[in-house]
């Protein structure tokens, strides 16, 4: 017995066979981990202790109204102490072990299984089967409920997308405005200059957001492609803003290779005449739509048109190759 | 008090009789059965930290001027889910404490999530009979994913609010029913202005309900399968080999519930995560350099990015590009995962339970697969990134995206080849990995290489005990003796004197009498 006063009964064990039942509280897996169980003790309090200044600083750090850099300190201080002593304890302080316990087999057995099927299926079948009718009845009942509980469900959150993805705010003679309702006149831009523009009645408009590009002189057509010959004239270019891949803001303007970069996946659209914001690079599969410009006669940019094809990513019912 | 409570509680719901099977519930030892712990407690501080939060965020996307304390963003228009994100990040005490550690609970989350993912399949944990557990384990994976996209949604930053209009062209892209379902969780067409209110509700209340009952029975299949564990130490396919839940396991794992606590604490403290007033609120028609998700989504913003631009077109109808890389691919993955316990029970014929767990060495071919799937997915992370490192390493973005257009082919062949051969080479080590001795490689006069054990020195292996079939009596009884020389409680006395444990415990007055040394 002396050595369970010892250093943890440790000195001697002999492994002891497994399933034998003479293992008593002097047996090595009952003695704690610790060789000095003191001296764990006092480092275990330690560790208590500084947790509880830390909760302490945390509050004093919280009555101060001290910044966030102190209070998370002081709070993960108080957890580490907490959190440490506790596993020490637990490790070094309580038995070593290892400790079992067997495992039972999870399935039923032969009989458990033939009870309950009995109980189950036939009293069921017994029930079921008299009463046919009902059941039909009742699974048709359900499933009217099913389907008009759907309705409400599904199709109160929101419209159908019928025409949503179709149209912009852009009709024919929308002024070009900015983002602070300012129209667009033609002396507003250098040549390499871009603008976010929307129809005058949808200023912010995250699908009308047109991104007009000022390419050539004054006074040059600026032709895309053949079917667009006067969609850009006096040197300006409207583009959707909406990129075709993911509906990110293709906002970055390469005025050297005059290119449009998409931030969000590096989709690369080329700009300029005979170039209608075709993608060169990335994983954008369809050219920004251009919007058909004109200058008024008193200099204000206005559009010929809205757009003629739905502007961002691609959905099932779009269709087309364009 | 504690012996009344205790009795009238017992009389109504015999807990002695289930109470005895939980306190002595063995929990194997080693430390990765600690990486599930670590989501578990993940998830608890992110339920704390979220109910701070969600007391002072206002989810609305009303447009308001903010007027607020932090003076660069006065006179702006910005969401009142935004104002009130930085109101409760600068105006509240500790409220910006309580946000960055909800927002790096998550990645932990994640993180934990995953890595312990890794854990049970390379070393084969999810055979029967835990493959319902794994396919639980994988949902949680996939809600995990979403709620952490959602609660990064819900400050309306710039950021952010790209992300939003990237997942509602992702919904828009499902064929037949992609319009629909964006219109209708939108509340129309993009932006709406019913996502805030609604991913908030989703985030705060819905997803957390789910991942709490999944949660509930992940436990529950654990403590009705017992836990798995790895051989030795006299740990067979019939027994399970560790430590009690009460009190060993008990002071474990809630020691380390605190110590995760602890490094999200200072994380919060030290590591600034998400500055949303640096982002600036979110403008439809604005966007930023930069644009990367969490750490968790990165692999789909990846795939985004070295997707070639191919699009099916159909009479009248398309499939559109963001619908390969982000609905079909987390289509195939997560199937494939959760597949995956019975694609194998396929390929090898074993249907027998398992308890043991494997050594990744010793099934090299499962663990080449893994290792080769797990790195077409950091290719795919990598691929997140192909603009700050074009920019980082003064390269061509082009040179960047075909980079990992190529890799993410070659590196899984390669990973696989390689690993295999780790595993076999491992195989033939003996000890290796497991023993702290040295290895010593021998040259054969041929010019053959053999590997041996050195021998062992005094200290170098400790002895290995068998493990005893768990009876409280005589662990009450040693606790009281060997574990602390000043015990004179009596069951300290009666243990000591009598020799055994049993006689002293029954010999307690109450049934909650306690050791002085306990107290």
């Known amino acids: 017995m002396s050595d369970l006063h010892g250093q943890g009964g440790r000195a001697g064990a002999a492994p002891l066979a497994p399933g034998i039942e003479t293992v008593g509280p002097d047996a090595p897996q009952f003695q704690v981990a610790a060789a000095h169980p003191r001296g764990m003790e006092r480092r275990v309090a330690l560790l208590f202790i500084v947790g509880l200044l830390g909760f302490a600083g945390f509050g004093a750090a919280y009555w101060q109204n001290s910044t966030n850099y102190f209070l998370g300190l002081s709070l993960g201080v108080g957890f580490l102490g907490l959190g440490a002593g506790m596993v020490a304890w637990g490790k070094y302080l309580m038995p070593r072990g290892p400790f079992s316990e067997s495992r039972h087999p999870l399935g039923p057995s032969v009989e458990e299984k033939e009870k309950f099927v009995e ?17 039909k009845l009742l699974s048709l009942a359900s499933a009217v409920f099913g389907i008009v509980a759907a309705f409400p469900l599904l199709r109160s959150l929101g419209p159908l997308p019928k025409k949503l993805f179709y149209t912009t705010a852009w009709r024919r003679g929308s002024y070009l405005t900015t983002a602070y309702g300012r129209r667009v006149h033609v002396d507003d831009i250098d040549v390499g200059g871009v603008l976010t523009v929307f129809p005058g009645d949808d200023i912010g408009g995250a699908l009308s957001q047109t991104l007009l590009i000022r390419v050539g002189q004054p006074g040059e057509n600026v032709v895309t492609e053949p079917s667009r010959a006067n969609w850009g004239p006096d040197g300006y270019l409207a583009f959707s803003k909406v990129c075709t891949h993911a509906g990110c803001p293709v906002g970055l303007y390469q005025r050297l290779t005059q290119q449009l970069l998409c931030p969000c996946h590096q989709s690369l659209f080329d700009i300029g005449p005979g170039r209608p914001a075709v993608p060169v690079f990335g994983p954008a599969p369809r050219p920004l739509p251009q919007l058909p410009l004109r200058v008024d006669s008193r200099g204000y940019l206005r559009a010929r048109a809205g757009y003629d ?3 961002g990513p691609g959905f099932w019912e779009r269709g087309g190759t364009t | 008090m504690i012996d009344a409570v205790y009795g009238w509680l017992d009389d109504r719901l015999n807990i002695s009789g289930s109470g005895r099977k939980l306190v002595n519930k063995i929990f194997p030892d080693h430390w990765s059965f600690m990486l599930g712990e670590i989501a578990l407690y993940s998830f608890v501080i992110l339920l704390a930290t979220g109910v701070f939060l969600s007391l002072y965020f206002i989810p609305s996307s009303k447009q308001i001027v903010y007027t607020g304390s932090y003076v660069p963003l006065r006179g702006l228009h910005v969401s009142e889910a935004y104002a009130s994100t930085i109101a409760l990040s600068f105006n509240v005490r500790a409220g910006l404490l309580m946000r960055q550690m909800h927002h790096w609970s998550a990645n932990i989350f994640l993180g934990a999530i995953v890595v312990h993912m890794c854990r049970v399949f390379f070393t084969s944990g999810f055979r029967r009979p835990r493959e319902l557990n794994w396919i639980i384990g994988v949902n949680l994976l996939i809600l995990a994913i979403f709620n952490g996209f959602l609660g990064y949604s819900l400050p309306d930053d710039l950021i952010s609010g790209t992300g ?38 989703i985030h705060v209340l819905i997803l957390p309900a789910i991942i709490a009952g999944l949660l509930g029975a992940h436990l529950a299949l654990i403590v009705r399968n017992k836990h798995t564990q790895f051989r030795g130490r006299g740990a067979t396919e019939k027994n399970v080999v560790g430590a009690p839940l009460w009190p060993t396991f008990f002071a474990k794992t809630n020691g380390f519930l605190f110590l995760v606590a602890a490094v999200t604490a200072i994380l919060g403290a030290a590591v600034q995560i998400n500055p949303i007033w640096l982002y600036g609120p ?18 789909l913003d990846g795939a985004l990015r070295i997707m070639p631009s191919w699009e099916i077109h159909l009479p009248g109808h398309m499939v559109p590009n963001a619908f390969f890389p982000a609905i079909l691919l987390p289509g195939v993955t997560f199937t494939l995962l959760m597949a995956w316990p019975f694609v194998e029970q396929r390929i090898t014929g074993d249907r027998l339970e398992h308890h043991l767990l494997e050594r990744p060495r010793d099934r090299p071919h499962h663990t080449a697969l893994g290792a080769a799937t797990l790195s077409f997915y950091f290719v795919l992370f990598g691929a997140s990134a192909t603009d700050v490192l074009a920019n980082y390493l003064s390269v061509s973005l082009n040179f960047v995206l075909w980079f990992f257009r190529i890799a993410i082919f070659v590196v899984p062949l390669v990973i696989y080849p390689m690993t295999l051969k780790i595993c076999r080479e491992l195989q033939h080590t003996p000890g290796g990995g497991k023993t702290k001795r040295h290895n010593i490689v021998l040259r054969s006069p041929e010019g053959g290489y053999s590997t041996v054990v050195s021998q062992a020195r005094p200290g170098d292996e400790p002895p290995v005990l068998e493990p005893v079939p768990l009876d409280g009596p005589e662990l009450v009884g040693a606790m009281a003796t060997g574990a602390d020389r000043r015990s004179s409680g009596p069951l300290g006395a009666a243990a000591t004197g009598q020799g055994g444990g049993v006689a002293g415990a029954s010999r307690a007055r109450g049934v909650f009498r306690i050791p002085r040394s306990y107290r």
Do not use: C, N
């Open chain 1, 119 to 135: 109980d189950f299926a036939s009293r069921g079948k017994v029930a079921l089967q008299r009463r046919g009718f009902l059941v």
């Open chain 1, 309 to 311: 094809e739905p502007v």
């Open chain 2, 282 to 299: 979110y403008v439809p028609y604005h966007v930023s350099y930069a644009v990367q998700p969490d750490w968790y989504m990165g692999w």
């Open chain 2, 164 to 201: 939003i209009r990237i997942s509602f062209s992702i919904l828009e892209s499902i064929p037949f029913v992609g319009s629909y379902l964006a219109t209708f969780l939108f509340g129309g067409q993009f932006p709406g202005s019913a996502i805030i209110p609604r991913f908030f509700i």
